[in-house]
């Protein structure tokens, strides 16, 4: 057939002295007409009829108008249905050795096409060469016109290109050498969908030399800088309507590297005030080793004081998991010597932890997935006599938001913790949770205990990428040995959060009590607060 069409257009050609030709190909079924500059296009166009399954095309009649070649042509029908045999290429990956009759051909050849894409051949082409006819339907042998097998090679960072040598590093580690597939594409761009410092700009590209392929990515840096500002009302124990409030200031990215580093102050209703830093630095000297330096203060009023210092080093399993051991080293003094529930005492001991944090694609809400978890062996000197105490210490916290459809989502949170130790301990060395980030309706840091465990669902309406309304409820158990004391709580609450030019602002009422008691609407908690990224 393309010798037929090749020997027309050069008579074609020479008929009109060589001028320049526009070449108009007429469809005699449909009408439908298609331009073509030269006689070569025109040629090709009607080659490529018989890849779409019209094998008996025929020219009609062609002729020569004032620089002007009219074709009508003939497609015949339409062979979707054929009798199909496999080359060699494509017998080499498929247990389909005989001949077989397929009702869409061209749902074969885009399945076979696709497959060898899945196997790194990007520009390979499904080629069909007609066998004749049997039974009145054509037969056709498939076979595969393949090129170099294509993995990736390598990444280039355009945009953001200040990106930690070691986070590269780890992309390539992660990804070089796998096949070049639509899969793996995919996955490059999850692994970066929800970075805390960085976000894509657009999909990734790819640049294919003769012999590498290389992936760019566009990447963008987040203002991931936050200042935290939480104000609490509400009634103290006394029954007296009581202030207190919360500031966190985060440092994150600022040199390039990564690093982190915030301050944290928090003044409870009962007058206990509390002062965290951290600094966390995850690439060492260019390796995925990372340093993290805590220290928090606790006083409660006049009464006594808490330094708690946890240096450690961690491992970068990846982007979302880290693993690592610290010292646990913490100092209690007593300031009112009066005070009879609290001991002078010095803690020291080693412990290991593990976190898998997933940021979330909303930014109203501060985490998709997160897992934290920790054991510490401490030993414990107390001052007054001398003695030591061995302990063991835990804490578990697992939180994950489902999306349930459309605008609405569904917030699950546990957390546990405790602290086992061979002697009675003294109220100084409790755990202090409640409050709007642990046990909402609650004073923060009211609940004292040497054991504790909690979890809560919280509905989430989506009424914009703007903001949101929640409902929520939670249960708990503390148990406190000094006291004796094994309560069982509960709350629950409602709130709004949307973003202003300022940040997130957040509105929340929320009331719990202990299992049994009657419900007090003075009990009530309201919080406002406003998250600032910069």
Known sequence: MKSVFKILFLILCISVHAQKNIFVLVDHQTGKEYIRKDSAEAAQFLDSLATHNYYFTKLIRAENREGTTRIVFDK????????????????????????????????????????????????????????????????????????????????????????????????????????????????????????????????????????????????????????????????????????????????????????????????????????DLNVNIPYLFRSNIGLEMKMNIYRQDSTYANVKILPGLFYNLSSRQRMGIRGNFEMSSVIDSTYTLARDFSRSGLGVWY?????????????????????????????????????????????KNFRLGGRHYLNIKAESAMLNSDQELSVNELFRTGGWNSFRGFSESSLLSDFYAYGGAEYRYLVSRQAFFDVFAQYGQLTNKTMQSHPKLYSFGLGFSFFLPLGLMTFQLSNGSQVGEPFSFRETKIHWGIVSRF
């Open 76 to 275: 015949g029908k339409n062979f979707n249905e054929a009798y199909v045999r496999y080359g060699d290429s494509i017998q080499a990956v498929s247990s389909q050795k005989d001949e077989f009759l397929t009702h869409n051909l061209d749902s074969l050849r885009s399945a076979i096409h696709q497959k060898y894409i899945d196997l790194g051949y990007t520009f390979s082409r499904v080629k069909t060469k007609y066998l004749g006819l049997k039974n009145g339907i054509p037969q056709v042998e498939l076979s595969m016109n393949l090129n170099r097998r294509r993995t990736i090679d390598g990444f280039v960072i355009k945009g953001y290109e200040k990106v930690p040598k070691q986070f590269v590093r780890n992309l390539e580690k992660q990804f070089r050498g796998k096949v070049y597939d639509p899969k793996n594409l995919e996955a490059i761009s999850e692994s970066l969908q929800n970075h805390t410092f960085v976000k894509l700009e657009k999909d990734p590209q790819t640049l294919f030399t003769k012999d590498s392929t290389q992936v760019f990515l566009f990447l963008q840096k987040k203002k991931s800088n936050t200042f935290d500002g939480i104000v609490g009302f509400g009634n103290s124990d006394s029954e007296k309507f009581t202030f207190n409030g919360t500031l966190n200031i985060a440092f994150r990215n600022m040199f390039n590297g990564f690093e982190a580093a915030s301050l944290y102050w928090q003044r409870n209703p009962d007058k206990g005030q509390t002062f």
């Open 355 to 399: 976190e898998f944090q997933q940021a979330a694609d909303i930014e109203l809400f501060l985490y998709n997935a997160k897992i934290r978890a920790e054991a510490d062996f401490l030993t414990t000197t107390y001052d007054d006599d001398g003695s030591k105490a061995s302990m063991v210490q835990y804490y578990l916290l697992a939180e």
